[in-house]
């Protein structure tokens, strides 16, 4: 149902990115539900979630703080990022942790483009501004 918030089937809280596979899935981050989700677009149902919602903690693949973005790499893993502490973890194809670390810096939550001008954003942790810049 359009502009209705939940996490049952069918259901999301704030989602954020949706990625078409090259297997025809489509993933999803779901942010205020804490969790990513592999969808087949034909049938809408959930084929695959990792984390949990309710569950607003960085343990993935079981458990993710606030999931705003999910990449695809060629070899079938998964970059994903978390807005609390700035997480970035790359996940296996099966969900398992190949790597996870937090960034240095807060980026902004979308990019504008390679042609963009610099635009600032306001860090969540402390009172500086950061810069960032297409180029």
């Known amino acids: 149902m359009p502009d209705t918030r939940g996490s049952g089937e069918g259901y999301l809280n704030f989602p954020d990115n949706a990625r078409l596979l090259p297997d025809g899935w489509l993933t999803v981050a779901d942010?205020?539900?804490?969790?990513?989700?592999?969808?087949?677009?034909?049938t809408r149902k959930t084929l695959t979630q990792w984390g949990k919602p309710g569950v607003c903690k960085h343990a993935p693949p079981a458990t993710f703080a606030y999931p705003n973005d999910i990449n695809y790499f060629d070899n079938g893993d998964f970059l994903v990022t978390e807005i609390p502490d700035a997480w970035i973890s790359r996940l296996g194809p099966d969900g398992h942790v190949v790597w996870s670390s937090r960034s240095r810096a807060e980026p902004p939550s979308q990019t504008d483009g390679p042609s963009a001008k610099p635009s600032a954003w306001p860090s969540t942790r402390r009172t500086r501004i950061g810069v960032h810049s297409a180029a």
Do not use: E, G
């Open 31 to 42: 942010i205020r539900n804490c969790r990513l989700l592999f969808i087949d677009p034909k």
